[in-house]
């Protein structure tokens, strides 16, 4: 059992938890993540790691109620415990493994949306935690829906925060403040985007437009985080790719997000997921290459 030391709601829905796993604490690295159980009868639930302390042997989670299972979790309190609290899963960020002095030498950019703020966090911390400070951009659709933001500043060399109702911070979508800082006289050499799935998208769009290479995280489409169930699997530069197994970050301009949104709907039925099935044949699960 893994017990929760912290439970609280950040904002409507959105939930932080810090769970004593020193296991977990100990192995992982930004980018990576874990799946939990609320209980032997729970469904697997994979979650981004939001932070860890290696010497507490705590990490730390954010999760969104979408679903039943969810909701149940939402409902847990400091003291409590989860049944399964598996990882690190996935590969770590790719900056983890570049030499700190050629990190030093680019301006990195992350852009988060919504819940995504939570993964991207422990990637600006790692970097700061090395003297390396890079921008950041948190959008949400109004100010209420904001997470981390204390957080967020304290690791990012410079913080820009949007809303797409004007609310809070600059007005407008992500996207526009990229162009903007661009105009503005800024450069990238890098850009690193989390959020859903078609803010990923249109980040990109820009990305390839301004001609800063971008890395994406797909966990918003992963399901069992093993490969075995086929819903996270993605064409990454006209290759099958699963976000778990594989990723979850990726080449965000090689990405076919409209098929990967697409199957993300079909998914949601047992009558899409058998035609998925059919269709994709051996390349539909990640874990087995095989369907039967």
Known sequence: MYKILEARELTTNIYLMVVEARRVAKRCQPGQFIIVRKDGEGERIPLTICDYDREQGTVTIVFQTVGAETAKMAGLKAGDSFHDFVGPLGCPSEFVSEPEEELRKKKILFVAGGVGTAPVYPQVKWLKERGIEADVIVGAKTKDLLILEKEMEAVAGNLYVTTDDGSYGRHGMVTQTIKELVEEGKHYDVCVAIGPMIMMKFVCKMTEELNIPTVVS????????????????????GEVKFACVDGPEFDGHKVDFDQAMKRQQMYKTAEGRAVLKQQEGDTHHGGCGQCS
Do not use: E, K, Q
């Open 218 to 237: 797909l966990n918003p489409i992963m399901v069992d985080g093993t490969g075995m169930c086929g819903a996270c699997r993605v064409t990454v530069g």
